[in-house]
């Protein structure tokens, strides 16, 4: 797991990360990964397995129309781009 150092936080922040933590009864530092976590993984943020799922559904596409698609497609490799 990598390590993050956060310098220069005011005093006044410090005291309510501490009151926080002891609220939620952890440490300080487990409250801080608690509160990166939830900024940085929201709820609300695009998953694009979510919205592809979500427009085959608007769409009226179903299971049996997908296998149909795998039928026809093309099954060869992609060839790698080439930077020449």
Known sequence: MAI??????P????RALRLRAA??????EA???EILERAVKSDQRVRIGDALAALGRRAG??????AELDKVRDKVSAEPMRFE
């Open 61 to 66: 596409l179903t299971n049996e129309d997908f």
């Open 4 to 9: 993050l150092t956060v310098r220069n936080v």
């Open 23 to 28: 609220e939620h009864g952890r440490s300080t």
């Open 31 to 33: 409250e801080v990964r």
């Open 11 to 14: 005093d006044a922040v410090h």
